[in-house]
């Protein structure tokens, strides 16, 4: 059901002409109704942490290029648990119609596959359902070893 601006519906009610007193009443009443869902306290969200889960199913990291999905969990949990999380969602997957109908065999497919409803019940949040290159790094910035200067400063000069 569409949900509309008590406003909206005072300006409507006053367009066509409803006595001022009975305008004011029925607007007070509408507030009254609309007041406890608004009073009603959310839960508070969940903070969570990103992690990475990589794919390498050949044992090559780290000397060649891979790719990742990235994920996010419960800030207080372990990014260990990642991996059992998706496993336990694919594993409630499975045990539905669709699932059954379609079952998920690898984690890639499960992360493409598996609807959030899964994941959000063990806690998961996947941020890409693609597989994303990751890209190396030595963790140093390049400098001419000549005069210690930063490289790319260099360049421009």
């Known amino acids: ?87 336990r969602a694919t594993y409630e997957f499975n045990t539905t119609k669709k699932g059954r109908l379609l079952p998920v065999k690898t984690i890639g497919e499960a992360i493409e596959n598996v609807p959030a409803k899964h994941f959000k019940e063990t806690e998961v949040w996947v941020k890409t359902k693609t597989p994303v290159l990751v890209v190396k790094t030595d963790n140093e910035l390049p400098t001419d070893e000549a005069t210690g200067k930063d490289a790319r400063r260099h360049r421009l000069e």
């Open 1 to 87: 059901m569409p949900k509309i601006d008590i406003n909206k519906v005072a300006e409507i009610l006053k367009k066509n002409q409803v006595a001022p007193a009975l305008l004011r009443q029925i607007v007070e009443e509408m507030n009254q109704v609309a007041q406890p869902e608004a009073d009603e306290e959310k839960p508070p969200a969940v903070k969570k942490q990103f992690c990475v889960l990589i794919s390498d199913p050949e044992g090559r990291l780290p000397k060649d290029d891979f790719t990742a999905w990235v994920l996010q969990i419960p800030e207080n949990e372990s990014p260990a648990t990642t991996l059992e999380r998706v496993c």
